[in-house]
């Protein structure tokens, strides 16, 4: 047996795990653009978000706690998003494009025609997301103490991409013939997915009959699970292929959002809110598996398993201006507006309102993503050579590695409205959503692709009783379809591999297409 140790430790071998963090570590942002979609609650959802100025029921929360208790009686609000993420990735190429030095693996030999059983000059498939649906759900308690005074308290999960996986979980796609073949996504992400909550507690403060104003502050709790792999030197060979699976969390991000309502006329409602967030300072830990698509035969690596423990990772997070104006038009008489001052309910005192929201999300803040080892790690990589020899490279990690991100500001823009059927019944609602492109499309990947996006949302409540109302929605998000032409050309493809000595090779040219369509169910319960 063989042991050396390279001059250069392989930082991007304990890197791979990165790109996996901005798919779970969304936190509820009611809404916005950037890592979630427009947005949580069921009633939001079917008129595309615009809710900052409306805010009717306990999702106020969220949206603008200035209209927390604003029904006048107490209530419950549990609702849930399933949301169904349908994307997919055509990468640009061939498998032997990047195939530096003869490669054998479970996959072949890469030197070996398709006939005879080699597979390099295929070009690669398109791979999909075969990731479950996604649950988004909610529960949230609104207490208004007195007609100036209102106190709310919920757990919120954010509606964002949640679990995706890419392929099969092995790492494995089917080539164009049906044989399995590695996964050309495998060095921009294989799986992502964790776990977000945001309990959250408001208050709501009424100044004057036309001023109200909130704050809200969240304890975000967040987990994540993902896969990816990466190189020692650029090159796309199978056999000397890194797997790596992240599993950290931070169980407190502190967040706050401040909230302001205007009302100059009985018709008309102004809206502002301002959510911060602290950056997400959290540990992980990576088990890497070196050669995992090695075949253990003379010139292929052998399978090795490391464990990296107690990474500290840090995760900018991103904060968030929103600016809405309601009109409403009121079918209530004398008496009902004189206590609609106090007390909300737009199913009894409104025959329709539009309201129009913008919010400007600072994506441009997530500039980096750090991830610092302790000391005294150390990974190991095998692989045997052609005349028989098991070549061990035991490697110490001992920097910290940056991952630059350069995300891009983004505006969105959020049009809907109630329209009421039948008075105190019955109300119909619909809206249209937009936000702008937030990424260089030459550094698009999978964990983060926020597109241009067009979205069309439905939705409707029902009164069953004076104290439980149902509401239904539904939303279809249209999304650019972005074309990331080949490296070297105008406007090229440049997200590299991740690779120990620097020279990972583009990996990211090609077609991005995606779209969603979210389902949401709440019911909301008055004491």
């Given at each position: 047996?063989?042991?050396?140790?390279?001059?250069?430790p392989?930082?991007?071998l304990?890197?791979?795990?990165?790109?996996?963090?901005?798919?779970?570590?969304?936190?509820?942002?009611?809404?916005?653009?950037?890592?979630?979609?427009?947005?949580?609650?069921?009633?939001?959802?079917?008129?595309?978000?615009?809710?900052?100025?409306?805010?009717?029921?306990?999702?106020?929360?969220?949206?603008?706690?200035?209209?927390?208790?604003?029904?006048?009686?107490?209530s419950?609000?549990?609702n849930?998003?399933?949301?169904?993420?349908?994307?997919?990735?055509?990468?640009?190429?061939?498998?032997?494009?990047?195939?530096?030095?003869?490669?054998?693996?479970?996959?072949?030999?890469?030197e070996?025609?398709?006939?005879?059983?080699?597979?390099a000059?295929?070009?690669?498939?398109?791979?999909?997301?075969?990731?479950?649906?996604?649950?988004?759900?909610?529960?949230?308690?609104?207490?208004?103490?007195?007609?100036?005074?209102?106190?709310?308290?919920?757990?919120?999960?954010?509606a964002?991409?949640?679990?995706?996986?890419?392929?099969?979980r092995?790492?494995?796609?089917?080539?164009?013939?049906?044989?399995?073949r590695?996964?050309?996504?495998?060095?921009?992400?294989?799986?992502?997915?964790?776990?977000?909550?945001?309990?959250?507690?408001?208050?709501?403060?009424?100044?004057?009959?036309?001023?109200?104003?909130?704050?809200?502050?969240?304890?975000?709790?967040f987990?994540?699970?993902?896969?990816?792999?990466?190189?020692?030197?650029?090159?796309?060979?199978?056999?000397?292929?890194?797997?790596?699976?992240?599993?950290g969390?931070d169980?407190?991000?502190?967040?706050?959002?401040?909230?302001?309502?205007?009302?100059?006329?009985p018709?008309?409602e102004?809206?502002?809110?301002?959510?911060?967030?602290?950056?997400?300072?959290?540990?992980?830990?990576?088990?890497?598996r070196?050669?995992d698509?090695?075949?253990?035969?003379?010139?292929?690596?052998?399978?090795?398993?490391?464990?990296?423990?107690?990474?500290?990772l840090?995760?900018?997070?991103?904060?968030?201006?929103?600016?809405?104006?309601?009109?409403?038009?009121?079918?209530?008489?004398?008496?009902?507006?004189?206590?609609?001052?106090?007390?909300?309910?737009?199913?009894?005192?409104?025959?329709?309102?539009?309201e129009?929201?913008?919010v400007?999300?600072?994506?441009?803040?997530?500039?980096?993503?750090?991830?610092?080892?302790?000391?005294?790690?150390?990974?190991?990589?095998?692989?045997?050579l052609?005349?028989g020899?098991?070549?061990?490279?035991?490697?110490?990690v001992?920097n910290?590695?940056?991952?630059?991100?350069?995300?891009?500001?983004?505006?969105?823009?959020?049009?809907?409205?109630?329209?009421?059927?039948a008075?105190?019944?019955?109300?119909?609602?619909?809206?249209?959503?937009?936000?702008?492109?937030?990424?260089?499309?030459?550094?698009a990947?999978?964990?983060?692709?926020?597109?241009?996006r067009?979205?069309?949302?439905?939705?409707?409540?029902?009164?069953?009783?004076?104290?439980?109302?149902?509401?239904?929605?539904?939303?279809?998000?249209?999304?650019?379809?972005?074309?990331?032409?080949?490296?070297?050309?105008?406007?090229?493809?440049?997200?590299?591999?991740?690779?120990?000595?620097?020279?990972?090779?583009?990996?990211?040219?090609?077609t991005?297409r995606?779209?969603?369509?979210?389902?949401?169910?709440?019911?909301?319960?008055?004491?």
């Amino acid at each position: 047996m063989i042991r050396a140790l390279p001059r250069r430790p392989p930082r991007a071998l304990t890197s791979l795990g990165l790109a996996l963090l901005s798919v779970p570590l969304a936190a509820d942002t009611a809404g916005a653009g950037g890592l979630d979609y427009p947005g949580p609650g069921t009633r939001a959802l079917g008129r595309a978000a615009a809710f900052a100025a409306r805010g009717d029921d306990a999702m106020a929360l969220s949206y603008n706690p200035a209209l927390i208790g604003l029904g006048g009686r107490p209530s419950l609000l549990v609702n849930s998003h399933l949301a169904f993420f349908d994307a997919c990735v055509q990468r640009s190429g061939t498998y032997s494009d990047n195939v530096t030095v003869r490669d054998r693996s479970r996959f072949g030999d890469s030197e070996l025609l398709p006939g005879a059983g080699g597979y390099a000059l295929e070009a690669f498939p398109r791979v999909c997301n075969t990731g479950p649906p996604i649950p988004a759900p909610a529960i949230v308690l609104s207490l208004p103490l007195g007609p100036r005074f209102g106190l709310g308290f919920g757990l919120l999960l954010p509606a964002n991409t949640g679990a995706v996986q890419w392929g099969d979980r092995d790492g494995t796609v089917r080539g164009l013939r049906g044989e399995l073949r590695p996964n050309p996504l495998r060095y921009l992400s294989l799986s992502a997915g964790g776990f977000a909550l945001s309990p959250s507690a408001g208050v709501s403060w009424q100044a004057t009959p036309w001023l109200r104003v909130g704050a809200t502050l969240q304890w975000g709790i967040f987990s994540l699970d993902g896969v990816s792999y990466g190189v020692t030197t650029g090159g796309e060979n199978p056999s000397l292929d890194g797997r790596a699976r992240i599993r950290g969390s931070d169980r407190f991000v502190p967040a706050a959002i401040a909230g302001l309502h205007l009302k100059p006329t009985p018709a008309l409602e102004l809206a502002a809110t301002l959510r911060w967030s602290d950056d997400l300072r959290g540990t992980a830990d990576i088990d890497m598996r070196f050669g995992d698509y090695g075949s253990s035969e003379p010139g292929s690596s052998v399978p090795t398993d490391s464990r990296l423990r107690d990474l500290s990772l840090r995760f900018p997070m991103p904060w968030q201006l929103t600016a809405g104006v309601r009109y409403v038009s009121r079918q209530a008489t004398v008496g009902e507006a004189a206590r609609s001052r106090t007390a909300r309910d737009a199913l009894r005192d409104e025959r329709w309102d539009i309201e129009l929201d913008a919010v400007f999300e600072r994506n441009s803040r997530v500039d980096e993503v750090v991830l610092r080892p302790p000391a005294d790690l150390t990974l190991t990589t095998r692989q045997l050579l052609t005349d028989g020899t098991l070549l061990t490279l035991d490697v110490p990690v001992d920097n910290a590695f940056r991952v630059p991100r350069g995300w891009k500001d983004q505006l969105s823009l959020r049009l809907g409205g109630d329209y009421t059927v039948a008075r105190g019944l019955c109300a119909l609602r619909g809206g249209l959503s937009y936000e702008t492109r937030g990424l260089d499309p030459a550094l698009a990947n999978l964990d983060f692709l926020p597109v241009q996006r067009l979205g069309l949302h439905l939705g409707g409540t029902l009164r069953l009783n004076r104290r439980i109302d149902l509401s239904l929605a539904y939303a279809h998000l249209y999304q650019e379809r972005l074309e990331v032409p080949p490296a070297g050309s105008p406007g090229g493809a440049r997200l590299a591999q991740m690779s120990a000595d620097g020279s990972g090779r583009v990996i990211n040219a090609g077609t991005f297409r995606s779209h969603w369509d979210i389902f949401s169910l709440g019911a909301n319960y008055v004491f």
